[in-house]
């Protein structure tokens, strides 16, 4: 009987006893993940300025240029302080013709001329509610002595001495007029007036002589002989000599 062929014995493998080293992750991610993918690249950051930053917001609106005021004429300032002055003195006919010829010389000069109307209103209200003249003797000496209690001297003076005028006896006119002159510190034509009352009326000496509005004359040597009683014809020199009043100091 034939024998067949020998078969070849087949080797096995030789086992190792020696561990294979561990991957490393990178080749185990390489292993995972053979192709890489790719990360978005990032913009480049821009400076952007600070004032662009914020929100733009709109600012004020400009602010309109005001022309310059013009300042009146010297000439319409000088007219209307002199209507200012008689309308103080209460002088209302040079204040009403004073600011009539403002008006009619100077009509463009503003906030003059507007004051400069209102006034010349005022002036004629004025003339028309107290005409020169006006009433009875008794009612205007009433009037100038209610206008001498309200130390409106001025309108006192205008009234005495339009009676006055009208009728030389009246001695309170005169006594009036001797008070205003002696609140404004004019001796002389107080004493003038004092001396015209007293001769009207001997009773003006003793008034006068106890009526405080004449204390601005007590350093007057005429004053104090005025005031003092005459003496009789039969009394000697040294007689007529008087003691001079004591000076109220009390209003």
């Known amino acids: 009987m034939a024998k067949g062929p020998k078969k070849k014995a087949v080797k096995k493998p030789v086992r190792s006893s020696a561990r294979p080293a561990p991957k490393s992750k990178a080749a185990t991610a390489k292993t995972k993940s053979p192709v890489a993918k790719a990360r978005p690249a990032k913009a480049p950051v821009k400076h952007v300025p600070a004032v662009l930053a914020h929100s733009h917001k709109p600012g004020p609106p400009p602010i309109p240029s005001i022309p310059a005021v013009k300042p009146p004429a010297a000439e319409a300032v000088t007219a209307f302080e002199e ?37 010349l209103e005022l002036t004629a209200r004025e003339l028309g509610r107290r005409p020169a003249g006006s009433g009875n003797v008794e009612e205007r000496l009433t009037a100038a002595t209610l206008a001498l209690n309200n130390n409106d001297d001025t309108e006192a003076a205008r009234l005495a001495a339009d009676v006055l005028k009208e009728d030389r006896s009246q001695d309170l006119a005169a006594y009036l007029l001797a008070v205003v002159a002696a609140r404004r510190g004019e001796v002389e034509t107080a004493l003038t007036h004092l001396r015209n009352a007293i001769s009207i009326n001997p009773e003006c000496r003793l008034q006068a002589r106890q009526d405080e509005e004449f204390d601005p004359l007590m350093d007057s040597d005429d004053f104090h002989a005025l005031i003092e009683a005459p003496t009789s014809p039969a009394a000697p020199p040294a007689a007529a000599a008087a003691k001079k009043p004591v000076r109220k100091t009390g209003r």
């Not at 200012?84 to 463009?108: C, E, V």
Request: proline share 3%; charged share 20%; aromatic share 14%.
């Open 83 to 119: 209507g200012m002055a008689a309308l103080h003195r209460h002088d209302y006919t040079t204040a009403s013709t004073t600011f009539k010829a403002l008006l009619d010389q100077f009509p463009t000069e503003g906030f003059l001329t507007d004051r400069a109307r209102v006034y």
